[in-house]
């Protein structure tokens, strides 16, 4: 069965840190795998999304992940977080199938302390 | 401006009561969908539809009624059925041109509260 599991679902950095959020994801079949942000009470809005064109994928808003087939990962960096960043980040995965489906990880709310 | 209205914004209803959810998209879109989300729980799919006058439950489609009358609008009616209704309720579309990397847009969302 396809899964995604997003590590943490509470994340904290500093401004002008690291920013790490980790999605692993579990596929019978080639995944692709997409990076949504949720500010609050708003909708959701995509960063970025893998194609298997590359495997180091740039977003929006500076972020990025790297697709990691080993590793069965996509994780979303940000070499530099800003205040706004802070937020609700989903990491899905496509049900190729007829149905069409994404599989949504439980997301991971990012906060930016000053 | 292309995109995806949901209205209203906020919503309140009484215990018993059916009420129906707006979804309009000027995307020219295939798709649409209908998502529930409660903290800590992601998004769980309700309703979705491919086509005109067709569509398909979700995981979650108990309690839940949609139409797909027109290419743009998807309205959800949540009934009285629906035993834990109060949540945030978010719309999307997306081309649906059969590849597995077709986006889903997302509109601002409603969120439903029972009293």
């Known amino acids: 069965a396809q899964s995604v599991t997003q590590l943490g679902s509470h994340v904290s950095v500093s401004e002008g840190a690291l920013v790490l959020l980790r999605c692993n994801y579990s596929?019978?079949?080639?995944?692709?795998l997409f990076w949504y942000v949720q500010y609050p009470n708003q909708g959701l809005q995509l960063l970025l999304k893998?194609?298997?064109?590359a495997t180091l994928v740039k977003g929006i808003n500076g972020f990025e992940a790297e697709f990691k087939k080993s590793e069965t990962s996509f994780h979303l960096t940000k070499p530099s977080a800003h205040m706004s960043d802070a937020a609700e980040y989903f990491c899905?995965?496509?049900?190729?199938?007829?149905?069409?489906?994404?599989?949504w990880g439980l997301g991971t709310s990012l906060a930016v302390n000053p | 401006d292309g995109g995806i209205t949901q209205s209203p914004k906020y919503l309140f209803r009484k215990e018993g009561q059916n009420v129906t959810l707006s979804c309009e998209q000027n995307?020219?879109?295939?798709?649409m969908y209908w998502y529930r989300q409660d903290p800590g729980q992601g998004l769980r799919l309700i309703y979705y539809?491919?086509?005109?006058?067709?569509?398909q439950k979700g995981d979650i489609a108990e309690g839940y009624s949609v139409s797909r009358e027109k290419k743009e609008s998807f309205p959800l009616t949540v009934t009285s059925a629906q035993k834990n209704p109060t949540a945030f309720y978010l719309c999307?579309?997306?081309?649906?041109?059969?590849?597995?990397?077709?986006?889903?847009?997302f509109g601002p969302g409603t969120r439903l509260t029972v009293l």
């Open positions: 999307a579309s997306s081309i649906d041109n059969g590849a597995p990397t077709d986006t889903q847009y």
């Open positions: 995307l020219n879109h295939d798709a």
């Open positions: 539809s491919q086509i005109v006058n067709d569509f």
């Open positions: 596929s019978s079949v080639p995944p692709y």
């Open positions: 893998y194609t298997s064109a």
């Open positions: 899905a995965l496509n049900n190729a199938g007829n149905n069409r489906k994404l599989i």
